[in-house]
């Protein structure tokens, strides 16, 4: 099951906050929209994404970041079920 949590943020924040998000490790899409919701960038993060190659992916938010103003994160989580 997925559950999607958004955030808005300025976009010298951008940067931190994606890697904040691929460090938690259950994180499977991150989604950035502008402030009028058109989206500018999306990616899957998968584990064999997570090792290899985030590098581009964090160049590629930062040169975002570096454009944009205001702008959402969308976030795609995989729920770990709960024992009981």
């Not at 010298?12 to 994606?18: A, C, F, N, Q, R």
């Not at 929209?33 to 993060?45: H, Q």
């Not at 944009?68 to 989580?77: P, Q, Y």
């Amino acid at each position: 099951m997925t559950t999607k949590e958004s955030f808005s943020l300025n976009g010298e924040h951008l940067l931190k906050k994606v890697k904040e998000l691929i460090a938690e490790g259950n994180v499977r899409k991150i989604t950035i929209t502008d402030k009028a919701g058109k989206e500018l960038m999306t990616f899957p993060l998968t584990i064999g994404v997570v090792g290899l190659l985030v590098a581009p992916v964090l160049a590629a938010v930062g040169a975002l970041a570096a454009l944009v103003g205001e702008c959402t994160i969308t976030v795609e989580r995989e729920e770990t079920p709960k024992e009981e």
